[in-house]
């Protein structure tokens, strides 16, 4: 079975410094992963995804993940945070799509980012 | 705008009532999935149509039932609705054998 864990249920950091989210993951195959992004009363905003290409995975916002197949991790960073940038990040590993595999998504139990000005 | 739309965005009823959520995918994506948003049990995928058809299920209460129309939009029908039902429901759609899922704004229902 596939799972993700997300290391902190909340980070805070002030304006202009770096962020760091912490992701790591369970999968019996090679996973796809995904961070999506949600505001406050909004929907859920892919970030990045990463499909067995490139293990650093650039995104939108100036965010980027890196996959570490020896840690079974896929941390999300961002050089320097942005007050706009407060929001409940999910890690999310995908069931897949091959082999008769649904497609069904897995998410972590979020980690809420708080930017200080 | 992720091309997901879902209607209401807010549902307000009452306990033993029944309700009917609606998403329209993407313009050419053949799944709908739809997830439940709340509190205490994080997100979870309840259901999924491909196509049409039922093609996997999750943690979905037998109060709850889902359907595809021939025009892919996708109703998640709610009844018998407790209060622990209130939460966020969400849909999302992919294409064929892209795993990547588009999410729409979500329903967030709240039962009194």
């Known amino acids: 079975a596939q799972s993700v864990t997300q290391l902190d249920s909340h980070v805070s950091v002030s304006e202009g410094t770096p962020v760091l989210l912490r992701c790591n993951y369970s999968?019996?195959?090679?996973?796809?992963l995904f961070w999506y992004v949600q505001h406050p009363n909004k929907g859920l905003q892919l970030l990045l995804k990463?499909?067995?290409?490139?293990?650093l995975v650039k995104g939108i916002n100036g965010f980027e993940a890196e996959f570490k197949k020896s840690e079974t991790s896929f941390h999300l960073t961002k050089p320097s945070a942005h007050m706009s940038d407060a929001a409940e990040y999910f890690c999310?590993?995908?069931?897949?799509?091959?082999?008769?595999?649904?497609?069904?998504?897995?998410f972590g139990q979020g980690t809420t980012l708080q930017v200080k000005p | 705008d992720s091309g997901v739309t879902q209607t209401p965005k807010h549902l307000i009823t009452a306990t033993g009532q029944r309700v009917t959520l609606r998403c329209s995918p993407r313009?050419?994506?053949?799944?709908v999935y739809w997830y439940q948003q709340s509190l205490d049990q994080g997100l979870q995928f309840l259901i999924q149509?491909?196509?049409?058809?039922?093609?996997a299920k999750g943690n979905i209460l037998e109060r709850f039932s889902a359907q595809q129309f021939p025009d892919l939009h996708s109703e998640l029908n709610l009844s018998s609705l407790e209060l622990g039902d209130s939460a966020l429901y969400f849909c999302?759609?992919?294409?064929?054998?892209?795993?990547?899922?588009?999410f729409g704004p979500g329903t967030r229902l709240l039962v009194l």
């Open positions: 999302a759609s992919s294409v064929p054998g892209v795993e990547t899922q588009y």
């Open positions: 999968s019996s195959y090679s996973p796809s």
């Open positions: 990463y499909t067995s290409a490139a293990t």
């Open positions: 999310v590993v995908s069931e897949g799509v091959k082999s008769g595999n649904t497609g069904k998504l897995i």
């Open positions: 313009s050419g994506d053949l799944s």
């Open positions: 149509y491909y196509n049409g058809e039922e093609r």
